[in-house]
């Protein structure tokens, strides 16, 4: 496909009049010469339809949500209501500065206040930070209020171990690590959950927390999460939910009343804002009361008849973002959560766990599952031994020739070809049909044509790439020599 430089012709414009245009002012008047560069910058010179028909192209050769279903395990592709985003972007929220005085945008302080108080409601905590800017930031400012607490009791020199399940997020060991903690791995039973017999060798005196995935990267319920907590808090240590997936129990069950300490939300997955896609996104962190002081600052308070920032907390373990977080994310989870209201929040969950049990027993035959029973918002299933030398990664390849996105692949590590599918609550039973039939064919044809899956993708802009390559030396930008 030719790039934008290929399609550049020396003197072909494309103009738009600007306020510098209609004053016959040019950008270089302002500057002195010396800052000018010699040489033009290098831009492609391009005629404005051909400019436009590049970038329409270019924009249909993508997909995301609102192409198809978008069955990306661990990352809650769906369908995000249009009206919250229109409300996000509406000049009262979208024009105020960060760091305009709180009595010049009272109502967006109320805002945070009660989307705070909203998340309080929905996880059973007892306070809340908005302000972390993703969910493994939230993981790292859970992990350094748990470093916090036991240095106020003089026991962090001793509890330097964080208990991760072989089954949690890839994040969380790696937020332990970060926060200066060593992870200690605790193995899976046979039924996908902690091993509890594991989880009591692996406790000690050197136990400063667990970090657990709920429901946990099989997409499993932790069923045994109230002796878990019992276990941890007994050894005097914390227990944080990873609870990115909140679209599995939303309305259902809260961390909170679980014997969890902290958790955190992905409003960019489970409220109303795209996971990745180079926009912001928000992890706010909640906890219990006490692990309240220990709170990132600022934290909005409820003051009378207005609302103002707290920073007076001395034990804070300080801020976290440079602002009061990603704002235009945090109004569309407050829009999202108000529009659904308590009962809207449960069907969430209710479609959420029907989907993916729908998708998962529609496939299990003939892919395999390895571990049975009923999961929550998504599944994982074993992609091995479905035709000659076929691998999971053929599967995913070939799903790209019938338009669809991949589901997660080789992910969680604990299942051999991993195949990790998150349908979501927002597909229609037509949608999920269609895509269980593109997968029974693309199962049919590994064992009569392997070589087909093999050379997959086909239909695609480009074939198969070099994803370790892709990987290890990103070429992220165009120069003319390549
Ligand atoms: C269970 C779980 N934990 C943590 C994260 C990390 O969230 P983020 O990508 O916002 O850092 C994810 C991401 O989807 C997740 O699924």
């Not at 932790?222 to 907590?229: C, F, H, R, S």
């Amino acid at each position: 496909m030719e790039t934008i430089f290929d399609k550049s012709k020396s003197g072909r414009r494309s103009t738009y009049l600007n306020e510098d245009d209609l004053t016959s002012k040019k950008p270089s008047d302002e500057l002195d010469g010396d800052l000018l560069r010699g040489e033009k910058p290098g831009l492609p010179e391009i005629s404005q339809p051909e400019l436009m028909r590049h970038f329409v192209e270019l924009s249909k050769k993508n997909y995301g949500v609102d192409d198809g279903l978008y069955p990306l395990g661990s990352c809650t592709m769906k369908h995000n209501p249009k009206p919250n985003e229109d409300l996000a972007a509406t000049e009262e929220f979208q024009d105020h500065h960060p760091l305009a005085s709180p009595d010049l945008v009272q109502g967006n302080l109320r805002l945070m206040y009660e989307l705070g108080e909203l998340l309080k409601g929905v996880s059973g905590m007892d306070g809340i930070t908005l302000q972390p800017s993703a969910g493994a930031h939230g993981e790292l400012t859970g992990m350094l209020m748990i470093r916090k607490y036991h240095e106020v009791r003089d026991e962090l020199e001793r509890r330097t171990e964080i208990l991760l399940p072989d089954s949690s997020h890839g994040t969380n060991p790696a937020s332990a690590a970060v926060a200066g903690f060593d992870a200690v791995e605790i193995k899976s039973n046979d039924e996908g959950t902690v091993d509890i017999e594991g989880l009591k060798e692996a406790t000690s005196e050197k136990t400063a927390g667990i970090m657990l995935t709920v429901p946990n990267t099989l997409g499993i319920f932790e069923k045994d999460i109230l002796e878990v907590a019992e276990i941890v808090h007994d050894a005097g240590g914390l227990c944080y939910f990873d609870g990115a997936n909140l679209n599995a129990f939303l309305g259902r069950v809260r961390p909170g009343d679980l014997g969890m300490d902290i958790t955190h939300f992905n409003l960019h997955k489970t409220f109303s804002t795209p996971h990745g896609g180079g926009g912001p996104g928000a992890g706010p962190v909640g906890v219990k009361e006490k692990l309240l002081p220990y709170l990132p600052i600022p934290v909005v308070e409820k003051t009378g008849d207005g609302y103002s920032f707290d920073y007076d907390r001395p034990k804070s373990i300080g801020k976290v973002n440079s602002f009061p977080g990603a704002f235009g994310v945090l109004v569309k989870a407050y829009s999202y959560i108000l529009s659904l209201g308590d009962e809207g929040l449960k069907r969430v969950s209710d479609n959420a766990v029907l989907n993916a049990n729908y998708l998962k027993e529609k496939l299990k035959d003939p892919y395999k599952l390895d571990y049975e029973g009923v999961c929550k918002h998504e599944f994982v299933l074993n992609g091995s031994g479905m035709g000659e030398g076929i691998k999971t990664l053929d599967i995913a390849k070939r799903l790209l020739d019938y338009g669809y996105h991949p589901p997660t692949v080789y992910f969680p590590l604990i299942v051999k070809e991993a195949l990790m599918i998150e349908p979501t609550e927002t597909e229609t039973k037509e949608n999920l049909d269609e895509f269980t039939e593109t997968m029974l064919k693309i199962a049919a044809e590994a064992m009569e044509d392997p070589e087909l899956l093999h050379e997959a993708p086909t239909e695609t802009p480009v074939g198969r790439l070099d994803e370790t390559q892709a990987a290890r030396n990103p070429v992220l930008r165009w120069t003319e020599s390549e």
